[in-house]
C-alpha cells in the first residue's frame, strides 16, 4: 500500500537534500490552511539547515509549528503572507522581525499569480500520492492549485500517516485566468466539478520526500457560559429569521468561522428548529461540530478547503469515511470562500471578531489597532458577501475589563457595509436598514455589557452635540484604548 | 409616434391623482442612477401636495434635484438609502432629520428584496414606454428590476423626452433567487444576455404618468492641474502594468469612479500605450470622456448601468446612436457592479476618495468621520474584486491646508485589504505585498504633499517606537482631525 503512494520511477530525496534547491531568499508558497496538510520535513530540514536564510514565506490558511515555531526560532523566516495562528511567528510580526500583510483568503491565490505577492519561488505541498505530473492533497486543499502553477519549483513530500481515503473528500476545479475566467459551473452547495488531484508541469518537479509526521489535532475548549448563551440568542435569531426570509424557504445555508466558539455555535445549530428544512454548510473548516450534525441527520452536505479536527473528530471520521464521503466536500479556498458562490447560494455567515464600534465596523484583527493577533482570514469574504453577516461575540474580555463593544474601533476590517447583526451574550441587535445612531442604540440596549452601557450611552450623547451623520467625538473616540 | 409610447387602453393619470395611492409613511422604490432616469413628476406632486409624508426613499445611485431637493424641502422624507449627492438631502441627513445609511451598490436589490431594506412599498419608475406588464427604463437602469419586484404597487412615469433609441443600450438579466441564482452566463464584458424591457406583475400598477421634464445634464469642471498630473501619473503606471501582468495579455478592462476626476483620468487614457490591446470599459456610468474614446476607435465596449453625460455628450450620443449602440450596454446595477464579474473579467479599479491614512485604509464618504457627504456608491464593490484596485486622489484638499494622507482615517470605507495602488499628483505608491511599515513609507515619500511628509514621518516614529505590527500611536491618531 504504502510503495504505491509514490509513482514507480520517482527518486525519493532526503528532506536535507532537496533544501539545496531553495535559495537563502526564495519565496516558499506552501500548502496548509486550518493549520492542517502542511509540509512538515522540509520546513524542519530548513529550520536545522545552517544557511543564512532569510525566506518569503506564504500559506493557503494557518499552518502548524513546523513553519510558524521552528523555522520562525531559526531566524530563517523574513515576511509572512497572509495569516498565522501561533504565539512565535506573532512576536516576531509585531516586534517589526518578520514583515507581515494579512489578506483576504478568497484572492490570495490570484494576488500571487498575477502580481500582488511575490511570484515565481518553490510550491513546497504536502500530498498523500504524487506521479510525475499530479498529487493528491492531504488533510486541506487551500491555495495549493494557484501555488503550484505560479511557482517555478515544485517539492512534495509525501505523508504516509494520512488515510488515503482523504482523496475522496477532494474536488479540484481550476479558475480560469481573466478576462476568460468565465462562471464556476457548481449549482448546489455540496456539489462536485473538479477532480481530486492538482496536475503541474513535471518540469518543475524537483523533489518527492517522505514522511510521516502528523498534523496537530485540534484542541477545542469545553463551551463557556456566554459561548452558550450567544449559541441560545443566535438559535432563536436564526429560527425567526429562517422562518421570515424567503431566501430560506427550500435550506438554510450557513458558515462559522474557525475556533472554539465557532465549533460550539455549529453545535447549537443541532438543537435549532427550521421545520424541515435543509441544512447546508458552505465554509472554510469542517469542525467537529458539523460530524455532530452529520451523525445526527442534521446536515445534508458540508462544502470546505480543510478538515480540521480533534483527534477524536479524526478517528470519527476515518472510521466510517465511506459515509462522510458522500457529504463533505474540500475545494480550493478561492472555491470555499468565492465572492460569487457565497452569493449564488445566499450563505449565512457566522463570524467572531476582537471587537465592534458603536456604528457597526469592526476589528478583527489587532488588538489595539497595533498588535496583530491571527489575520482577517476569511471572515472578510464571508461578511462581505452573505446576505445576513452575523458578528457573534462575548459582549467583554478580559474578565469583564474590557468592552468588546467601543466607541470607535482602532482597526477596521469589516465596515458598516458589511455587518448584518450583532449577537453577544446579552441578546441580538439587528442592525439592518438602520442610520447610524440606530446602530449605537441598539448595540447599547442588546449586545452591550450592562457595566458599559452607560459610559458608552454617554460617548454617543458626546457625539450627537457636534451634530454630524455618524455621531463620533474625536476627542475621546480612541480614549479608551489609548488608556489601556 | 409619441403616442405608441403607452400600450392602447392603459389609462393615463394625472401625477396629482396617482400620488392619492402613496400613503403617507410610504416606502418609495425609485428609479435611477448616476442623477439620471429617476421619476420626476411623481415626486414634484408629492412636494406640493397638502398631506404630511414621512416617506421612506430608496434609489439605485443619485437621483435628481426633483427628489433629492424638493421633497426634502417640503419635508417629506423621514428615510433615505443608500446614496445622495446635492446639498439640501445631506444636510437634513447630517443634522440628523433624514435618517440614512450608505449601502454597496451591487447588493442593494438583494437587501430590498430579502430583508436587509423596508419591503413592500411603491416603486415609482422613469419609462419610455410601457405597456400593462412591462416597461423600458430611460437612461438609467440601477436597481430598477429588483424594486418592481419587490414592491407590492407600481407607478410608470413615461418621459416623452428621452429619444426611444434608448432603449437599444438595454440589456436587462434577472438574477435568480439564492441558492438557485445561478452563474450569470456573461463571457463577455461588452456582451448581452437579457432584453431590454422590465416585466411586472400587472395587478401592481396603479398608474401611468405622463411627463416630458427633462435629467439635469451632468457639467464636468475642466480638469485641474492636479487632475492633469494624477492622470499622466496613472497612465505610466497602467503602461507598466499592463506590460507586466498575465491578466493583460490580450486586452485592458477599466472602471473609473464617478465625477470630473473620473471623467479627466477617461480622458487621459486615450494617450496611453497599450500595444494594441483592445481597451475595455466595465463600470456604473457611461461619462463624456467614454464617447471621446469611442469617437476615436480606442475603447471596445463599454457596460454601465446609467448615461451620466453633459448636454454636448447627450447630443453627440443621440445624434449617431446607431453607432454608438454597437459598442453600449447598460445593465441593472446588480450586474454592472457584481462582484463575480468585476472578477472574472479582472477589472482595474480607479476610485477617488476623501483621504487614506498611512496604513491604506480609506475614507470616502464621512469629512472628519462624521459628516457624510455622497455614500460608499460602488467604489466598495470596484476596488474589494479588482484584481488591481487603484485610489485616484489629489494630495491635498482646501487649498493645501488639509492633507489626505492622514495618520488614521476616522471614518473607514475601504480597508488595508482592499487598495492595491495610491496615486496623488506627487506619484504612485505600489502597495501590494508591503507591511504596514513600507505602506506608510511609501505614501510618504510618493503620494504625500511635500509640506506634510515631515509631519507624516514623525507620527510613524511615534509609532514604531510602541513596536506593533501597524505602529499607529493612539494619543495623536486622530489629532489631526480633532483640531480641524
Redesign the interface.
Known sequence: MTAERIQDGIPIHAATDVVREISADDTLLISGFGSVGYPKAVPLALADDEADYSLTVVSGGSVGAEIDVSLVEADAVD?R?PYQARPPIRES????AV??????IS?LG??V??????DGGVAVVEALAAGSDWFIPTTSIGQTPAFVRSADKLIIEVNQSVPEEVRRFHDIYRLG?????????L???GGRIGKNSVSFDPEKLIGVVQTDRRDQPYAFRDPTEADRSIAAHLRSFLER?VE????FE??V?IQFGVGSLGNALMGALGDADFDDREL?YFGEVIQDGLLDLLDDGKLASASATSLALSSEGHERLFEDVDRYAEDIVLRPADLSNS??LI????VIAVNSALEVDLFG?VNST?L?????MNG?GGS?DFN??S?LAVLALPSVAADGDISRITP?V????????DI?VVVTEQGVADL???????TARDLIESCAHPDYREPLEDYLAR??E???????D??T??SW??NR
Open positions: 515576511r503572507f510580526i509585531n516586534d517589526g514583515a507581515f500583510h494579512d489578506r483576504n484572492t490570484d494576488e499569480r498575477y502580481g500582488g505577492l511575490p485566468t481573466p478576462p476568460n475566467r468565465g462562471p464556476v459551473p449549482t448546489d452547495p429569521e421570515r426570509s424567503p431566501l427550500e435550506s445555508r447546508i465572492p460569487a452569493d449564488r447560494f445566499g465596523h489587532h489595539n489597532g497595533t498588535r496583530v482577517v472578510g462581505r458577501h446576505p470607535m482602532p482597526h477596521v476590517d469589516h465596515t458598516e457595509h448584518d439592518r436598514g438602520n442610520e447610524p445612531r440606530e457625539g450627537i457636534s451634530n454630524g451623520h455618524i455621531p463620533h474625536l476627542d473616540a480612541l484604548h489609548a
